[in-house]
């Protein structure tokens, strides 16, 4: 199945899917747009081999989103605009809103591929003070600028947000021009393991398992 939002770059701001519904399962399924895709707007959402395709902040919310084994490919933005991948929006400390990339791949898709080091790429940018992200064991390719993520609007959430990166391959996991903001956390397998949606999840996961798709509540080989 597949849901689209044709309004293009110019079209700026244009959902092609919103969900708010708890315990919600999506699988392999497409969403193609550019600003603002696929927005993760509440509860619990799982998402398995999805491809998700868009340019600014395309993966977006303030749901617990798990995105497992899902294709995430950045197209070509408006002349000057940068492109970034998810915008998370907890507010609240006591929140437990998160979008997290389990083995996904990021990639570029062919009429951004020639501009892809002009109109830079990053991983995410706080929408709100709290914003949580954690990207683990998945495939970065050459598109995500050496920074990794983008501030919003000037030190919004820098300090307050929690951006981790975890066991990702590719040209674009380097971590060496990463920025170093008090927010960007440095986590270990036992503490990334709580973002495993077999845990984020801390009410149980049979509603995932009596759908019968592919899952896996544990980590994931990238």
């Not at 927005?39 to 395709?53: E, K, V």
């Not at 492109?83 to 006591?94: F, L, N, W, Y």
Request: charged share 20%.
């Amino acid at each position: 199945m597949g849901f689209e939002n044709t309004a293009g770059a110019e079209g700026h701001q244009a959902v092609a899917f919103r969900s708010r519904s708890d315990n919600s399962v999506v699988y392999n399924c497409a969403f193609d747009g550019y600003q603002d895709t696929l927005y993760a707007q509440a509860y619990r959402q799982f998402y398995r081999d999805c491809s998700i395709t868009g340019t600014i902040d395309f993966v977006f919310g303030t749901a617990r989103t798990v995105l497992q084994n899902c294709k995430l490919i950045v197209r070509k933005p408006l002349p000057n605009q940068a492109c970034i991948v998810t915008a998370e929006g907890k507010k609240d400390p006591r929140g437990d809103s998160a979008i997290v990339l389990q083995s996904c791949h990021i990639s570029a898709d062919p009429a951004y591929f020639p501009v892809r080091h002009t109109n830079k790429a990053y991983l995410g940018r706080p929408w709100k003070e709290y914003s949580t992200t954690i990207v683990m064991n998945s495939v970065l390719d050459d598109l995500i600028a050496p920074e990794g993520w983008l501030p919003w609007q000037g030190d919004l959430g820098l300090n307050t947000l929690f951006y981790a990166e975890f066991e990702n391959t590719g040209p674009g996991a380097a971590q060496g021009g990463r920025v170093a903001w008090k927010g960007i956390k440095k986590l270990d397998a036992t503490q990334v393991e709580k973002f495993t949606p077999g845990k984020l999840y801390v009410e149980g996961d049979a509603w995932i398992r009596v759908t019968n798709v592919p899952y896996v509540p544990g980590f994931m080989k990238s």
